[in-house]
């Protein structure tokens, strides 16, 4: 089991999050829906582990191991998010640099981080971009090279918080491609998405406020 929650609660001045139990597997994608402020984006900082604490009642646990007790370093290496605005993830100038600013912080060796680097930038498509500025992009753009941030850590759990929403069609179609074939190879995604489309590529779809559907 990759991901375990239990009994997982968030309140700010009230609860947002009540009691909530789930799971993730390898080679599963989980959907999670519901209305705007229902705690989508909540529930997927806190999976992350980069919500505070003090917001938070419960476990959420990632292979047996807490989120809260990991180093930063093994959060990054277990668990990715990516956002719904690329403008809150984006930092470097640079395509080339911010996809491979997390592994050059995790020291990662040079010929790996080239490797993975050329093989994001195919996979989504914007290898033509590698030596432009950030701020020099389009959103769509600036969207897939936050993927790529993310995707080039290959964290064992994945969280799309949104993502397809500053997409074209093509790149929606693509983006889930690569979702699908992410958690194919032994890995787990979590999508949150308003979109029909984003959700039929999930195993099941938990609603935030509602009930489970397989």
Same mark, same amino acid.
């Given at each position: 089991?990759?991901?375990? %929650? ?8 009230? +609860? #947002?999050?009540?009691?909530? =139990? ?11 829906? *519901?209305?705007?402020? =229902? ?7 806190? #999976? ?22 990991? +180093? ?7 668990? *990715?998010?990516?956002?719904?605005? +690329? ?5 470097? +100038? ?5 996809? %491979?600013?997390?592994?050059?912080? #995790? ?17 989504? *498509? ?9 701020? =020099?992009?389009?959103? *769509? ?33 693509? %983006? ?14 979590? %999508?949150?998405?308003? =979109? ?19």
């Amino acid at each position: 089991m990759l991901l375990e %929650v239990k009994n997982l609660c968030i309140s700010y001045k009230e +609860p #947002l999050i009540k009691d909530l =139990s789930f799971c993730l597997i390898q080679n599963q994608i989980l959907g999670i829906k *519901g209305k705007n402020g =229902s705690g989508k984006t909540s529930l997927c900082l806190a #999976l992350a582990g980069i919500l505070d604490e003090a917001f938070i009642q419960g476990e959420i646990n990632i292979q047996g191991e807490d989120i809260l007790d990991m +180093p930063i370093s093994e959060r990054c290496q277990n668990i *990715g998010i990516v956002f719904q605005r +690329p403008e809150e993830q984006i930092f470097s +100038p640079i395509v080339e640099d911010e996809i %491979v600013f997390g592994m050059e912080n #995790l020291r990662f060796e040079r010929n790996v981080m080239q490797d993975r680097l050329s093989e994001v930038l195919n996979l989504l *498509g914007i290898s033509k971009l590698r030596k432009q500025k950030t701020n =020099s992009l389009s959103l *769509g753009q600036k969207q897939l090279v936050a993927i790529a941030s993310v995707l080039v850590m290959e964290p064992k759990i994945l969280i799309a918080d949104e993502i397809s929403s500053p997409l074209d069609e093509d790149n929606k179609k693509l %983006v889930r491609k690569v979702l699908k074939d992410y958690a194919n190879d032994g890995r787990g995604v979590i %999508v949150v998405s308003h =979109s029909k489309e984003d959700l039929e590529i999930c195993d099941k779809i938990i609603e935030l406020g509602g009930q489970d559907e397989d």
